[in-house]
């Protein structure tokens, strides 16, 4: 079974500031790792996936995510916090394999950002 | 390329009517996931449909069913509709191929049941 955690349901940071959402998976085969966005009243925009490349995974809006197998985390980050970042961020995961596939999200992390 | 869409955008029913919202996949996409996602929670997968045939299914009682047609858009049914499945149903396509696990979702359809 695959599941992530995501630590901390609210986050605030200042505009300006460092973005630091975290993400731990749970997974019995070598995954792939998404992160989503999702503005208010609105559906889920992709903002990056991990699919065995490189670990290092650059996505829209200037965000990143880096995969560590060692300590299962696939953390989001962003250098600058812009107003427009606020946002809910749902971490998923599914495996590799080809036909049926699901994604099984985290419970979110709600980004809060100030002047 | 037309993203994913799904109608209706807001719905509202009572306990025990039946629902069906509908989805029209990406250009190009073979395969349709519905989540539901309620108030404060990360999406449920319900199920997938590939090819006109639900190949995956989650936790979710037989009452929630589906269709998918030769054009890859999609139904969800609900029957018997209780409270709890007010939620915002998440409608997903993507392309069933190697390493392409990729889904891109709809704006979704805001279910409230009374």
């Known amino acids: 079974a695959q599941s992530v955690t995501q630590l901390g349901s609210h986050v605030s940071v200042s505009e300006g500031a460092l973005v630091l959402l975290r993400c731990n998976y749970s997974s019995s085969v070598p995954p792939y790792l998404f992160w989503y966005v999702q503005y208010p009243n609105q559906g889920l925009q992709l903002l990056l996936k991990y699919t065995s490349a490189a670990t290092l995974v650059k996505g829209i809006n200037g965000f990143e995510a880096e995969f560590k197998k060692s300590e299962t985390s696939f953390h989001l980050t962003k250098p600058s916090a812009h107003m427009s970042d606020a946002a809910e961020y749902f971490c998923a995961v599914s495996g590799r394999n080809t036909g049926f596939q699901k994604l099984v999200f985290g419970t979110g992390t709600r980004l809060l950002v100030s002047p | 390329e037309t993203g994913v869409t799904q109608s209706p955008t807001h719905l509202i029913k009572t306990r025990g009517q039946q629902v069906t919202l509908r989805c029209s996949s990406q250009s190009g996409h073979n395969t349709v996931s519905w989540y539901q996602q309620a108030l404060g929670q990360g999406p449920q997968f319900i199920f997938q449909y590939y090819r006109e045939e639900e190949n995956g299914r989650g936790n979710f009682p037989p009452r929630f069913s589906g269709l998918q047609f030769p054009n890859y858009s999609s139904e969800l049914n609900v029957n018997a509709l209780e409270l709890d499945d007010s939620a915002l149903y998440l409608c997903?396509?993507?392309?069933?191929?190697?390493?392409?696990?990729?889904?891109?979702f709809g704006p979704g359809t805001r279910l409230t049941v009374l």
């Open positions: 997903a396509s993507s392309l069933a191929t190697a390493g392409r696990n990729e889904q891109f």
